[in-house]
């Protein structure tokens, strides 16, 4: 038998949420400039890389080309503490329309001391973190109104960093590299900075099924020593239905696709989900995400002392009591917002 979700003025222990238009209120052109948000998002890597490619087909304006080519080289905005954030880019109305579309929410536990640094592990990875990206980089989902005075950065590969125009937009997002440096630097800042990290990374992306929550999550204490070394507390977040968004092909580590992604991942870093969804015209296949809604609750702050060389069990000690914390969360909401799960939470070894 189907559960039925909770209205929200009953769910325990969420404090505050923010809000959500009902699909029978919505237009078709609200429809379809939701749409358009998120497949300009899709798209926007291979949008900028291949305008800037046909920029170079125009001779005039090769030396301001080759002058940016040379900034880009010089400037390491994305790991040192350089504020390049746009507050009027990331509450723009496209980001509010992108969150709608699915929709993303947020659901405050606790209040946030903004005279603190946070890290928010973010879980699960699912396989594009979109709930990430609306939730916390941008002002879709009201995360400023929700905890006002924290300033986060979401965190990403180097990589992105190096594509010529998008990563000036990543930048006015306030997105960051999540290299060690980058991230040192950005809680040691000021009051209030603090970091998003999709803890499970491009390994946990290979495990993502709709209906089902596996984590990679015993084997990471970089965030842990992270929080110890800044002095940062650790948020443990959760994100019902980012796994439900796209399904993905059968890629058991006994199939030659799986192979082929752990050799990717192992030279490159990352790795590449064969995944797919609705599409952009129809609602049967295509890469763009299905519209279910992402529930992102942010849990309780675990606070740690400031230390330069915490021991193991001390490391050991902090990552049970985040994962605790995680559960918790899973086991508190997991019938409000994912009554239709086909699996428990499960931790990978």
């Known amino acids: 038998m ?8 009953s769910i325990p222990g969420i404090l505050e949420s923010t809000p959500v238009i009902p699909k029978h209120k919505k237009s078709h052109v609200s429809r379809l400039l939701e749409t358009l948000a998120v497949f300009l998002h899709s798209v926007s890597l291979t949008l900028t890389a291949s305008w800037f490619t046909i920029l170079w087909m125009f001779l ?37 329309w992108f969150c709608h579309y699915f929709p993303i929410r947020l659901h405050k536990t606790a209040n946030l001391d903004p005279k603190k640094n946070y890290i928010f592990g973010y879980h699960p990875h699912g396989i594009l973190s979109l709930g990430a990206f609306g939730g ?9 109104k929700l905890f006002p005075g924290i300033n986060t950065s979401v965190l990403t590969l180097n990589s992105n960093f190096y594509v010529p125009v998008y990563r ?52 990471r204490l970089g965030f842990v020593k992270l929080a110890f070394l800044t002095g940062s507390s650790l948020v443990p977040c959760f994100a019902f239905g980012e796994s439900d968004i796209f399904e993905q092909v059968d890629n058991n580590p006994q199939t030659r696709i799986y192979r082929f992604q752990e050799i990717v991942k192992k030279v490159a870093g990352f790795t590449i989900p064969f995944f797919y969804g609705r599409g952009l015209l129809n609602k049967t296949f295509g890469l763009m995400p299905w519209r ?34 995680l559960e918790g969360i899973w086991n508190n909401y997991k019938d409000v917002f994912v009554p239709e799960r086909v699996k428990e939470l499960h931790l990978a070894a």
């Open 2 to 9: 189907q559960k039925e979700t909770k209205p929200e003025d």
């Open 60 to 96: 005039p304006i090769w030396p301001i080309l080759l002058v940016y080519i040379g900034w880009l080289v010089y400037d390491d905005a994305f790991t040192t503490s350089k504020d390049r954030q746009s507050s009027r880019l990331r509450g723009a109305a496209p980001y509010h």
């Open 136 to 144: 916390f980089a941008t002002q879709g989902a009201g995360f400023s």
């Open 168 to 219: 000036d937009y990543l930048l006015a997002l306030n997105v960051k590299s999540v290299s060690k440096k980058s991230c040192v630097n950005i809680l040691t800042r000021n009051p209030g900075d603090s970091v998003v990290i999709v803890i499970g990374g491009a390994q946990e992306s290979l495990l993502s099924r709709p209906g089902q929550n596996n984590l990679v999550l015993k084997k």
């Open 292 to 325: 279910k809604p992402i529930n992102i609750v942010v849990g309780e702050p675990i606070d740690l002392p400031k230390k330069s060389d915490p021991t193991s069990q001390e490391l050991y000690e902090a990552q049970e009591e985040y994962i605790r914390r």
